[in-house]
């Protein structure tokens, strides 16, 4: 039976899916990073198809969200948008060692994926943490720098923004350091899945699309990378492509 375990992971409100006749033992591990103004129930369904294929999988609420979420402002929270993406980071690792301080990680075998922000989340993890070993990006930019300027010029046109050009240029120098499309090479031939649909008004299929392109061409082994497009579809993600996500995982981790 797969049971849903609510829990405080270092502070951090999540959901544990899991076989309960497995829950103390040791099993690969998926972190799923929902996306934004999103929380971690909305991913119980890709979950529990893990889940069903013998995986740990951990659904946490990102800053601002959720149980974290603590009356924010859609504003405040728009603009905490890299904020919220940077803590992503730091929950991510501290996740992963608390399952390791548990002895519940078989075989070191980790993988990681996200929705939207959540998929941006994963693409950055991805130049910083060696440990993940197979990942799953949904609807989601690994052109971060890029992805960044885009998002201000859109909000500039909705809003007046409280944030200076100064503001903005230490933003997009902080965010070189985790932008996977300027260190293709921390890939290092790792599983890579990406899903997009092509009719995306949030965000653009191009960016992911064009990194696959360039990226596939560094892969050793060309099955490592695989990308799934669907025709005709905006920012929400399908029944097939969670399907596809499950795959991916059963299939390299």
């Known amino acids: 039976m797969i049971g849903v375990l609510k829990k405080e992971i270092n502070q951090i409100p999540s959901l544990i899916v ?8 040791k099993l690969p591990l998926i972190i799923y990073q929902h996306g934004f103004t999103s929380a971690k129930e909305h991913n119980l ?23 974290r979420e603590n009356g924010i402002s859609q504003l405040n929270r ?11 980071l730091k929950d991510i690792q501290s996740i992963k060692e608390y399952f390791e301080d548990n002895e519940l990680i078989l075989d070191e075998r980790i993988g990681l994926a996200g929705t939207s922000m959540g998929g ?6 991805l ?5 993940i070993n197979v990942a799953a990006i949904l ?19 909705m809003v007046n923004l409280p944030i200076t050009d100064e503001m903005l ?45 360039e990226a596939k061409k560094q892969y050793k082994q060309q099955e ?30």
């Not at 130049?127 to 440990?131: D, E």
């Not at 008004?201 to 191009?206: A, K, T």
């Open 127 to 131: 130049t910083q943490f060696s440990w």
């Open 169 to 213: 240029n230490q933003l997009y120098d902080q965010l070189k350091s985790i932008d996977l499309s300027l260190k293709v090479e921390k890939l290092n031939n790792r599983p890579l899945f990406f899903w997009h649909g092509e009719n995306d008004s949030v965000v653009p299929f191009d960016h992911s699309y064009s990194f696959y392109v």
């Open 224 to 253: 490592h990378i695989r990308y799934v497009k669907e025709v005709n579809r905006d920012h929400k993600v399908s029944r097939p492509a969670k399907l596809e996500t499950v795959k991916w995982f059963e299939t390299y981790l």
């Open 78 to 88: 728009t603009i905490a948008f890299w904020d919220i993406v940077m803590q992503n």
């Open 139 to 157: 609807m989601g930019s690994p052109k971060i720098s890029m992805f960044a300027k885009t998002l201000v010029d859109n909000y500039r046109k």
């Open 120 to 125: 941006i989340t994963t693409s950055a993890a």
């Open 45 to 67: 369904d890709l979950a529990y198809l893990l889940a069903e294929k013998g995986f740990r999988v951990i659904l946490p609420d990102s800053l601002h969200h959720g149980e």
């Open 18 to 25: 899991v076989d309960l006749v497995e829950e103390k033992q």
